[in-house]
C-alpha cells in the first residue's frame, strides 16, 4: 500500500476523526472483513472469494479476492500465475451473467487497500459512487492493469512492474476524457450526464 496517494476518503472507507485504530482495524485492511461479510459475499470457494465492491464505481463492480495472503502486486512471483488465471477466468464467468454489459477485468496500479483484488468492473460506470476525477482515471487510464496484461508480465519477467508514486499522481490528474468516445467533459457532472449517452 502507498500511503500517499490518498484515497481512503474518496470511498468513506477511512476515519479522519476518533481515536486511532490499531493496524488491525487499519481502513487499509477492509477488503479482508469484506471477504467474510454475507451481505457482500457473491462466491467462494477454496481459491478465491468474490464480493460486490463497497462502493461501486459502475452498475457492477465486483472484487475477486485470492483466499491466500498476498498483500499487494510486488509480492507477487511466477509460482502465483495459475491462481491470477483462475481469478480472470471466475471474473470471465462472473461478468458473463450479464451479457448486456461490457466489463473490464483488472488491478489498480497502486492500490489503496491491502490484499490483492481483481476489479470486475462494467464499463456503464454508471453510479453514485463514481465521484471523483480520481476515481475516474484509476479506472480509465493505464493506472487500471489489464488483468490480462498483468498475467503476462508475470509470466514474462517474473514479477509486476511497480508505478512510481508521482507517476501514479500524474495519471491519477489527467485531464479528463470520455473513455468511449472524443467528449472532453468540462467537469464530473458533465461528464455522468455524457456518459448516460453511451448507455442507451
Ligand atoms: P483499490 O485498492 O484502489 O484497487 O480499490 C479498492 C476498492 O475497494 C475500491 O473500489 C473501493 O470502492 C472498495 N472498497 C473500499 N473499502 C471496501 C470494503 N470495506 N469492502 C468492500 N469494498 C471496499
Ligand atoms: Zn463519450
Same mark, same amino acid.
Not at 502507498?2 to 482495524?25: A, E, L, Q, V
Not at 467474510?36 to 457492477?60: G, T
Given at each position: #500500500?502507498?500511503? %500517499? ?9 477511512? %476515519? ?6 490499531? /493496524?488491525?482495524?487499519?481502513? !487499509? +485492511?477492509?477488503?479482508? +472483513?469484506? #471477504? ?6 457473491? $462466491?467462494?470457494? $477454496? ?13 457492477? &463492480? /465486483?472484487?475477486?479476492? *485470492? =483466499? ?11 509460482? &502465483? ?26 488491478? &489498480?496500479?497502486?492500490?489503496?487497500? !491491502? =490484499? ?5 468492473? %462494467? =464499463?456503464?460506470?454508471? !453510479? ?9 482515471? !484509476? /479506472?480509465?487510464?493505464?493506472? /487500471? ?6 498475467? +503476462? =508480465?508475470?509470466? $514474462? ?5 511497480? @508505478?512510481? $508514486?508521482?507517476?501514479?499522481? +500524474?495519471?491519477?490528474?489527467? *485531464? ?11 467537469? #464530473?457532472?458533465? @461528464? ?9
Amino acid at each position: #500500500m502507498n500511503s %500517499s496517494i490518498k484515497r481512503k476518503n474518496d470511498d468513506d472507507s477511512g %476515519s479522519s476523526t476518533g481515536p486511532k485504530k490499531s /493496524f488491525k482495524g487499519h481502513w !487499509s +485492511q477492509g477488503l479482508l +472483513q469484506s #471477504m467474510s461479510d454475507p451481505a457482500l459475499l457473491v $462466491e467462494k470457494d $477454496e481459491k478465491i472469494v468474490i464480493i460486490k465492491d463497497k462502493y461501486p464505481k459502475a452498475k457492477y &463492480h /465486483f472484487l475477486v479476492l *485470492p =483466499q491466500e495472503c498476498i498483500p499487494d502486486l510486488k509480492s507477487l512471483n511466477s509460482s &502465483h500465475l495459475k491462481l491470477l488465471k483462475y481469478m480472470h477466468k471466475k471474473g470471465e464467468n462472473l461478468a458473463a451473467q450479464y451479457p448486456g454489459s461490457e466489463f473490464r477485468f483488472g488491478y &489498480h496500479a497502486i492500490p489503496s487497500m !491491502s =490484499q490483492i483484488h481483481l476489479h470486475v468492473i %462494467s =464499463q456503464d460506470f454508471n !453510479s453514485p459512487c463514481l465521484k471523483t476525477k480520481k476515481h475516474w482515471n !484509476s /479506472f480509465t487510464t493505464s493506472y /487500471f492493469i489489464d488483468s490480462d496484461m498483468l498475467i +503476462q =508480465q508475470l509470466k $514474462e519477467k517474473g514479477n509486476v512492474k511497480s @508505478l512510481s $508514486e508521482a507517476n501514479g499522481k +500524474q495519471l491519477l490528474s489527467e *485531464p479528463l476524457k470520455c473513455h468511449k468516445c472524443d467528449f472532453v467533459p468540462k467537469n #464530473m457532472p458533465n @461528464l455522468k450526464e455524457h456518459l448516460l449517452k453511451h448507455i442507451e
